[in-house]
T-cell receptor
């Protein structure tokens, strides 16, 4: 089965760094996606990890440890526009395209 | 098209009526997904189409829900005899193995059942 755990809400200050953790248990696993979703909008792709380690992309980085069932999203130099929900989504089929989404972490960035 | 297109963007219906929601995926994407998102909640998987294979319907909540995908492109999600608990945003996404299976989402259809 699938079990995904991430914090419901986080608050951080503009310019700071925040780390959003995600732990998961899935019956099949083939990578993990992170999506960003602003209120009232569709989710948009942020990152995809298929191997263990850190993937860096500008202000956003994502880390994966498959053996520990653990991932995190790191946001640096926070901006007000980063206030959104961040969805952790492990892949759960061998074809690599079925995702199970966590409930999301709502991040509020304050001045 | 350039992105995933969904229509209508908003739908208000009366309890007991049937509704049809449409999704037009990105051209060339073989996989298409439907999700449901209630207010303040995460995404709930409904159904998945991959090419000409039989769809994965494991997420459909009841037999009032059905979906089809014609010609491997446009998909229609049908909800029969709508109930108030069906009120949610229905999101469609499509993906391609040549694009790392990244799912691209449409803007969704906000369904309100009165």
């Amino acid at each position: 089965g699938q079990n995904i755990d991430q914090p419901t809400e986080m608050t951080a200050t503009e310019g700071a760094i925040v780390q959003i953790n995600c732990t998961y248990q899935t019956s099949g696993f083939n990578g993990l996606f992170w999506y960003q979703q602003h209120a009232g909008e569709a989710p948009t792709f942020l990152s995809y990890n298929v191997l263990d380690g850190l993937e860096e992309k500008g202000r956003f980085s994502s880390f994966l440890s498959r053996s520990k069932g653990y991932s995190y999203l790191l946001l640096k130099e926070l901006q007000m526009k980063d206030s959104a929900s961040y969805l952790c989504a492990p892949v759960t089929n061998n074809a690599g395209n079925m995702l199970t989404f966590g409930g999301g972490t709502r991040l509020m960035v304050k001045p | 098209g350039a992105g995933v297109s969904q229509s209508p963007s908003n739908k208000v219906t009366e309890k007991g009526k049937d509704v049809e929601l449409r999704c037009d995926p990105i051209s060339g994407h073989t996989a298409l997904y439907w999700y449901r998102q209630s207010l303040g909640q995460g995404l709930e998987f409904l159904i998945y189409f991959q090419g000409n294979s039989a769809p994965d319907k494991s997420g459909l909540p009841s037999d009032r829900f059905s979906a089809e995908r014609t010609g491997g492109s446009v998909s229609t999600l049908t909800i029969q005899r709508t109930q108030q608990e069906d009120s949610a945003v229905y999101l469609c996404a499509s993906s391609s193995v040549t694009k790392s299976n990244i799912q691209y989402f449409g803007a969704g259809t906000r369904l309100s059942v009165l």
